[in-house]
């Protein structure tokens, strides 16, 4: 079986034999597989009334389990985004009623952000499109193929994620 990787690694050895080309076997098809999931995901979230950025922000919301809410400091970590961006998300997130800003019971000078039942829907919508998006672009790998992916993956970005609190 060949992609266009082949192709494009065939041209670059030819012309660049004294390098090593394994980096750009990995990263080219690595960099291909990305586009055709942020493809897949603008779709998956579109359908569903909702951009990317909506849906890192409802995500980590209805992730947190019932009664879906976070600080925004927590959202901060959960999202990586400046706390400056994240206000700016949340005004307009409360603006579209997919969430609403409360008053937090143990801070009095804090606020919680929860997920409203119109923003449980459509980030639960959004969800189960992209796994049907996701499971396409892995349906001719078996199920150990899969797993073996994961592991050499998780491998790869592990030193690169930020401990666990």
């Known amino acids: 079986m060949r992609d ?5 690694v065939e041209a670059w050895a030819r012309e660049r034999g004294d390098l090593d080309l394994a980096p750009v076997e990995v990263f080219s098809r690595i960099g291909r597989l990305a586009r055709r999931l942020d ?4 779709d998956a979230f579109t359908a ?12 980590a919301l209805r992730r ?6 976070l600080s925004p400091g927590r959202l901060l970590r959960e999202t990586l985004v400046t ?18 800003r409360l008053p937090d019971p143990r801070d009095r000078r804090g ?3 929860r997920l409203t039942p119109e923003g449980k829907t459509a980030v639960d919508g959004a969800f189960e499109a992209l796994l049907e998006a996701e499971s396409l ?18 491998a790869l970005l592990a030193p ?3 401990p666990e609190p």
């Open 83 to 100: 706390s400056g961006t994240m206000t700016n998300r949340v005004d307009r997130l409360v603006a579209r009623s997919l969430v609403d």
């Open 160 to 162: 690169f994620s930020p």
């Open 4 to 8: 266009e990787v082949d192709t494009l």
């Open 48 to 59: 569903h009334g909702i951009e990317s950025w909506e849906f890192d922000v409802l995500a």
């Open 64 to 69: 947190a389990g019932a009664p879906y809410e």
């Open 39 to 42: 493809l897949a995901r603008k």
């Open 137 to 154: 672009l892995l349906a001719d790998l078996s199920a150990r193929q899969r797993t073996e992916l994961a592991a050499l993956l998780r």
């Open 111 to 113: 606020v919680l952000v």
